[in-house]
C-alpha cells in the first residue's frame, strides 16, 4: 500500500515571496511522484513529475521538487510566486507507469498582492 | 479541443435516484481513470479500464457503483439509490500508459 501526506493544508504567501509545499510519501516499493495543480474551477493538470535520473524535477513556469530517497520526501518549491499561482497542489504517488494515483490532501496557496 | 470530456458538469439529485455520468477520454489513450474528490481532500481512486477491461475496482466502490467501457472509447459511471455521501466532484483521466495521467473538467454531484 501506498500513502501520501501533505503537511500544510493552507499556505498563505506574498507575491514575489518564496514558497514550499511538503510532501512526504509511503511505499514498500518503489515509487513514481506527481505534483497536480488545481487552478479555481478547472480541472487537474500535471505540473512536474519524477520517474528515475536527476532527483531535482523543473516546470516550465518556475516551481521545482526534490526527490528525496532517504527522507520519503518531493517538496516543491518556488523561490517567487505571482497571483496567477493562487491554487490548489496535489501530490501523487504511483507505483508503476499506467497505474492508479494516491494523492495527498492538498495545500491551497494563497498569493498575497 | 481533444482533452477529456465529461458530462454532465452539474448534477443535482435527490436522494434514492440512479444518475450516470459520461467520460470521453483523449481519442488514442487506451486508460481511464475514474476518481472521487470531495471538499477539502485530495482525489481517491475509484476504477480504471485497460480498453473495454476493468482492471482494478477500489473498496471504495460499493456495490451501487458500477462503471463500463464498452467499446474502449468512453465510460460511463452509474450510482445507484444515490445517498447524502455519495455528494462530490467525480473526475474522469485518461493515459496512453504512460505516467501521466490527463484529467477532465469533473462531475460535481450533489445528493439532496
Known amino acids: 500500500a501506498q500513502s501520501v501526506t501533505q503537511l500544510d493544508s493552507q499556505v498563505p504567501v506574498f507575491e514575489e515571496a518564496p514558497v514550499e509545499l511538503r510532501c512526504n510519501y509511503s511505499?514498500?516499493?518503489?515509487?513514481?511522484l506527481f505534483w497536480y495543480v488545481q487552478y479555481p474551477n478547472q480541472g487537474l493538470q500535471l505540473l512536474l513529475k519524477?520517474?528515475?535520473?536527476?532527483?531535482l524535477v523543473e516546470s516550465i513556469n518556475g516551481f521545482e521538487a526534490e526527490f528525496n530517497k532517504s527522507q520519503t520526501s518531493f517538496h516543491l518549491r518556488k523561490p517567487s510566486v505571482h497571483i496567477s499561482d493562487t491554487a490548489e497542489y496535489f501530490c501523487?504517488?504511483?507505483?508503476?507507469?499506467?497505474?492508479?494515483?494516491?494523492f495527498g490532501g492538498g495545500t491551497r496557496v494563497l498569493v498575497k498582492p | 479541443d481533444t482533452g477529456v470530456s465529461q458530462d454532465p458538469r452539474h448534477k443535482i439529485t435527490k436522494r434514492g435516484q440512479n444518475v450516470t455520468f459520461r467520460c470521453d477520454p483523449i481519442?488514442?489513450?487506451?486508460?481511464l481513470y475514474w476518481y472521487r474528490q470531495t471538499l477539502g481532500q485530495g482525489p481517491e481512486f475509484l476504477t480504471y479500464?485497460?480498453?473495454?477491461?476493468?482492471?482494478?475496482k477500489s473498496r471504495l466502490l460499493s456495490d451501487r457503483f458500477s462503471a463500463e467501457r464498452p467499446k474502449g472509447s468512453f465510460s460511463t459511471l452509474e450510482i445507484q439509490r444515490t445517498e447524502q455521501g455519495d455528494s462530490a466532484m467525480y473526475l474522469c483521466?485518461?493515459?496512453?500508459?504512460?505516467?501521466?495521467?490527463?484529467f477532465g473538467p469533473g462531475t460535481r454531484l450533489t445528493v439532496l
Open positions: 483521466a485518461s493515459s496512453s500508459g504512460s505516467t501521466e495521467q490527463f
Open positions: 511505499s514498500s516499493v518503489s515509487v513514481y
Open positions: 519524477y520517474l528515475s535520473g536527476s532527483t
Open positions: 501523487a504517488v504511483t507505483q508503476a507507469a499506467g497505474n492508479k494515483l494516491t
Open positions: 479500464f485497460q480498453n473495454e477491461a476493468q482492471l482494478e
Open positions: 481519442s488514442e489513450h487506451n486508460r
